[in-house]
T-cell receptor, first 110, second 113 residues
Framework: QKEVEQNSGPLSVPEGAIASLNCTYS??????FFWYRQYSGKSPELIMS????GDKEDGRFTAQLNKASQYVSLLIRDSQPSDSATYLC??????????FGGGTRLMVKP | DGGITQSPKYLFRKEGQNVTLSCEQN?????MYWYRQDPGQGLRLIYY???????QKGDIAEGYSVSREKKESFPLTVTSAQKNPTAFYLC????????????FGPGTRLTVT
């Protein structure tokens, strides 16, 4: 059973701080990794994808991948109250499939 | 406007009734997916289709059925055999052919009483 694990949270950070969200996965052959943001009552929105070891930056978001440790993370710099949401980690599995983690709820306090 | 549409947004049904949830996409994507999300939970795959006229069961297919007669459409029927149908249902699509990014519709919240 391929697994993707996330701390459910809530992770609470003050406005302007860096939020660090973590995800581990069990399938060593996974090559594609995604972060989705889901606001309460809404559907998931793709915000980052990463395919190779290292960091990938997009605005205030940085995704980090370490395949040897089977670990992927999302950093949100200068966190804003509007970043408060649940963040889902997704990892490719067989075919065009994705396996999703349970999500981490982030709360950014003004 | 390209995207994925799901209808209705909210759906209420009595226990024992079948109900069909609509999912349409105009992204020209080959693959489509149905997920179920329960409160505070992640996404669980119900059914997926990589190509027209073909679909496979996901992790929790019991009590559900699908069809894929057109590339644009992938309706999901929640049958009376599904024991706990109340949930948030999400449809997604991707290009297929070795790509993995999935894009989601707005979802349908089904309540069965």
């Amino acid at each position: 059973q391929k697994e993707v694990e996330q701390n459910s949270g809530p992770l609470s950070v003050p406005e302007g701080a860096i939020a660090s969200l973590n995800c581990t996965y069990s399938d060593r052959v996974s090559q594609s990794f995604f972060w989705y943001r889901q606001y309460s009552g809404k559907s998931p929105e793709l915000i980052m994808s990463i395919y190779s070891n290292g960091d990938k930056e997009d605005g205030r978001f940085t995704a980090q991948l370490n395949k040897a440790s089977q670990y992927v993370s999302l950093l949100i710099r200068d966190s804003q109250p509007s970043d408060s949401a649940t963040y889902l980690c997704a990892v490719n599995s067989a075919g065009n499939m994705l396996t999703f983690g349970g999500g981490t709820r982030l709360m950014v306090k003004p | 406007d390209g995207g994925i549409t799901q209808s209705p947004k909210y759906l209420f049904r009595k226990e024992g009734q079948n109900v069909t949830l609509s999912c349409e996409q105009n992204l020209n994507h080959d693959a489509m997916y149905w997920y179920r999300q329960d409160p505070g939970q992640g996404l669980r795959l119900i059914y997926y289709s990589q190509i027209v006229n073909d679909f496979q069961k996901g992790d929790i297919a019991e009590g559900y059925s699908v069809s894929r007669e057109k590339k644009e459409s992938f309706p999901l029927t929640v049958t009376s055999a599904q024991k706990n149908p109340t949930a948030f249902y999400l449809c997604a699509s991707n290009e297929g052919q070795g790509t993995y990014e999935q894009y989601f519709g707005p979802g349908t919240r089904l309540t069965v009483t």
